[in-house]
């Protein structure tokens, strides 16, 4: 059985940038969509970014600023956040879709979660 695991989060002013890692291990990810979700406090689980086999998705408030990428044959998964905001502190987990080649947004259809990496921007 998989498991997925964070790492790169931690404190940063606003305006800088954090390179989040996502290793998996256990299983191969190949065939999965892959994506990002963050939780803040007094908030919902929100999906950040995802990469499937079609392409690239991004919530809106992190377009342009935010790349998602991922190294098959590492199992690896990365984001990129540039020009962040204290709007974006909160905690960050990667997930994995094992069974469907569709890219969706909603947390349910995840079957694979990390345990999250703190994510923290000052004014």
């Known amino acids: 059985q998989g498991q997925l695991a964070e790492s790169g989060g931690g404190l940063v002013q606003a305006g800088g940038s954090l390179r989040l890692s996502c290793a998996g291990s256990?299983?191969?990810?190949?065939?999965?969509?892959m994506g990002w979700f963050r939780q803040a406090p007094g908030k919902e689980r929100e999906f950040v970014a995802g990469v499937g086999w079609s392409g690239t998705a991004y919530v809106d408030s992190v377009k342009g600023r935010f790349t998602i990428s991922r190294d098959i044959y590492s199992n690896t998964m990365y984001l990129q956040m540039n020009n962040l905001t204290p709007e974006d502190t909160a905690v960050y987990y990667c997930?994995?879709?094992?069974?469907?080649?569709?890219?969706?947004?909603?947390?349910?259809?995840?079957?694979?979660w990390g345990q999250g990496t703190q994510v923290t921007v000052s004014s």
């Open positions: 997930a994995a879709d094992s069974t469907s080649r569709r890219l969706d947004r909603d947390p349910r259809q995840y079957d694979y």
């Open positions: 256990g299983r191969s990810f190949s065939g999965a969509t």
